[in-house]
């Protein structure tokens, strides 16, 4: 079945880096994007920005723009979120979530949340 | 930036019908997908395209999109169905391009 299984939680003292994994299963994992957004206690998703698994371009919201990297390994099947220069505002739940392959961007599977603690 | 409006709360009896709405200039000219997410989990596409249903989705789970209002109906609530209610929509002529609305709690009294 259609599964993303994302890596555990961190902890990071503010200005560091942290890199959050998600590996997709039981589809054909080139043939779809996959978006990162985060989400703060009782706040919305915030989308962060998506890679194409097919050919590696990525796009990122103006918010993350500089801060944000996102790559993915093909013959892993997994998607990558980099994010640097961390502040304490950071911590949340980050999510990867696939789109689908045709039609306005929806997202019909997300990983199970990795929480990111910004904390000195 | 585009702007999805939703009540924070939405209260029903078990047994009756619930109807979340979210609003936004013209969002009938657009595709609207509705989420659940139960607290300490991950959201859930219920809704898509207005008012499709990914498969798994009880009957129950229905939308509907005109104007400027859609409208996320579950008949026949239950204990279950309470949790987080997320509308989003997608238009790359805007900044974010991935737009939510700011979600409505649902309580199954």
């Known amino acids: 079945q259609v599964q993303l299984v994302q890596s555990g939680a961190e902890v990071r003292k503010p200005g560091a880096s942290v890199k959050v994994s998600c590996k997709a299963s039981g589809f054909t994992f080139t043939s779809h994007a996959f978006f990162w957004m985060r989400q703060a206690p009782g706040q919305r998703p915030e989308w962060m920005g998506w890679?194409?698994?097919?050919?590696?371009?990525?796009k990122y919201s103006q918010t993350s723009q500089g801060r944000v990297t996102i790559t993915r390994d093909t013959s892993a099947s997994t998607v990558y979120l980099d994010l640097s220069s961390l502040k304490f505002e950071d911590t949340a739940v980050y999510y990867c979530a696939r789109d689908r392959i045709v039609g306005p961007t929806l997202f019909d599977s997300w990983g199970q949340g990795t929480l990111v603690t910004v904390s000195s | 930036s585009y702007v999805l409006t939703q009540p924070p709360s939405v209260s029903v009896a078990p047994g009756q019908t619930a109807r979340i709405t979210c609003g936004g200039n013209?969002?009938?000219?657009?595709?609207v997908h509705w989420y659940q997410q139960r607290p300490g989990l991950a959201p859930m596409l219920v809704v898509y395209?207005?008012?499709d249903r990914p498969s798994g989705i009880p009957e129950r789970f229905s939308g509907s999109n005109s104007g400027n209002t859609a409208t996320l109906t579950i008949n026949s609530v239950e204990a279950g169905d309470e949790a987080d209610y997320f509308c989003q929509v997608w238009d790359s002529n805007w900044e974010p391009c991935v737009v939510f609305g700011g979600g409505t709690t649902l309580t199954v009294l």
């Open positions: 890679i194409n698994a097919g050919t590696g371009n990525t």
């Open positions: 013209r969002i009938g000219r657009k595709s």
């Open positions: 395209d207005d008012s």
